[in-house]
């Protein structure tokens, strides 16, 4: 069976390549505004945003390719049960790094795989601390332009790299694709 990457990531499509090489990657188009009931989910069990948008993009590319197994992602960074997105500007980013700075938070990517008539969705969560940053630390990465197209405003797979402490969990998660889950529920998927 075909198996279908509901995402224009080139870091997930990097990281799928470790399960199989046999995929295509179709870009997911879909309205990511989260729903007022899922807002409110959200406010309790943030990790529910990650696995709704996965499931909207994994729905979205299924309605084309339904005779395919179909995978929709979306990884969000909480800290204080607050949703840190891809950072706008330059100033929303440094307020993101300042409220990473010197602390934990969580990593969190929904996963949905769509076969035929069954969806299973599940989460990953990673715990990641961050060095304290000083503002030089913060301009010098803003600078660098590396933050701005992912959540929370930084890549663990960067020069992100250089302000992370230590992650409790899995690393592949914090880059987008939560490898070892995925490739157990995929397995699941084609029996």
Not at 69 to 94: A, N
Not at 132 to 141: A, F, G, P, R
Not at 159 to 188: A, H, M, Q, T, W
Request: glycine fraction near 6%; hydrophobic fraction near 35%.
């Amino acid at each position: 069976m075909n198996i279908i990457l509901a995402s224009a990531s080139p870091r997930r499509r990097e990281l799928l390549k470790l399960i199989t090489e046999d995929f295509t990657a179709v870009s997911a188009d879909a309205d990511e505004t989260l729903p007022p009931d899922v807002v409110l989910q959200c406010q309790t069990t943030p990790e529910t945003a990650a696995v709704y948008l996965s499931e909207i993009k994994a729905q979205a590319v299924a309605e084309d390719y339904s005779d395919s197994i179909v995978i929709g992602c979306d990884t969000v960074v909480i800290v204080d049960k607050t949703i840190l997105g891809k950072p706008h500007d330059e100033q929303e980013c440094r307020e993101y790094l300042r409220m990473l700075s010197g602390r934990s938070h969580q990593v969190t990517t929904g996963c949905t795989i769509i076969c035929g008539n069954e969806k299973n969705c599940f989460n990953v969560n990673t715990e990641v601390r961050f060095r304290s940053l000083t503002d030089e630390d913060i301009e010098w990465y803003i600078s660098t332009g590396e933050p701005f197209d992912k959540a929370g405003g930084y890549g663990i797979q960067g020069k992100g790299s250089l302000l992370i402490e230590s992650i409790n969990g899995d690393y592949f998660n914090v880059v987008g694709l939560p490898v070892s889950e995925l490739n157990y529920y995929l397995k699941e998927s084609s029996k």
